[in-house]
């Protein structure tokens, strides 16, 4: 693979790994890190390399490995006079970089194949969770602290909690009692995955403890945009 000084030991090891036509997923197992840094590595690949996509930045690496061959080349030959290049060794330079760019241009198949699929993915993902989607998702995961909930997932979840328990108090104080107590553990579950998806502990929502100030810090953070990693090495907190 092609070594650029300006990139950083893990840029470089996330550049090979992209010109082998990994995608984010795999480039993130195969290195142990989350894809959200993986994604964190590009933006700052592409920048230092002035691409603004995946292809772009195969390409502008492509052109480099072959620019740097040439120069091998042409440098090798100057350096030994007399050395005149035969038509064999002329015919298979040729075969080289017509094998070369084979295997370019098969990896921007590649890349305009996992740029499809992930315009799909992300156009899938952008669609907001409606209130049904919100209560069967908290409810599947009941007692599921790990991972990231969105905003709406959240929020439609509570509301749904606060709607039902009103509608049971007026009927009877103890089902309501009951009710809430019951929704109890998923509300702090979900609670957790929202704190984690703004990059916080779950161990934020101590602050339930704190009278009236408490509650509203906790509305304050859940109600954050998801967080975006800044450095490499930074693990999403756990509760």
């Known amino acids: 693979m092609t070594h650029l000084s300006h990139l950083s ?24 890190i989350t894809v959200r840094t993986v994604e964190f590595h590009l933006q700052n ?5 002035q691409v603004g996509s995946r292809v772009e930045l195969v390409l502008h690496l492509g052109q480099g490995a072959a620019r740097s061959e040439s120069e091998r080349l042409r440098e090798s030959t100057v350096e030994i006079p007399g050395n005149r290049t035969e038509n064999g060794e002329t ?21 305009l194949r996992m740029k499809t699929l992930d315009t799909q993915n992300a156009r899938e993902t952008s669609a907001p969770m409606t209130f049904q989607d919100s209560i069967r998702t908290c409810l599947t995961n009941y007692a599921t602290f790990e991972g990231r909930a969105s905003r709406p997932e959240f ?5 749904f909690i606060n709607l039902v328990t009103a509608a049971l108090v ?5 089902l309501g009692t009951v009710f809430l107590i019951a929704m109890a553990l998923p509300l702090l579950a979900v609670g957790a995955r929202r704190l984690r998806d703004t990059g916080r502990s779950g161990w934020w929502q101590l602050f339930w403890l704190v ?4 509650i509203v810090v906790l509305a304050v953070v859940w109600s954050m945009p998801q967080s975006e990693l800044t450095a490499d090495g930074i693990e999403e907190p756990s509760i």
């Not at 030991?9 to 992209?18: A, G, I, K, P, S």
């Not at 690949?45 to 390399?49: P, Q, T």
């Not at 007026?170 to 103890?174: A, K, Q």
């Open 9 to 32: 030991n893990r840029e470089q090891e996330v550049t090979d790994l992209l010109m082998q036509g990994m995608s984010n997923k795999e480039i993130a197992a195969d290195l142990s």
């Open 45 to 49: 690949i592409y920048a230092k390399c």
């Open 91 to 111: 015919s298979n330079g040729q075969v080289d970089w017509i094998l070369s760019m084979r295997e370019t241009l098969s990896r921007i198949g590649k890349e």
């Open 155 to 159: 929020w439609w979840f509570f509301l």
């Open 170 to 174: 007026t009927v009877n104080e103890m």
């Open 211 to 214: 009278p009236v100030g408490g």
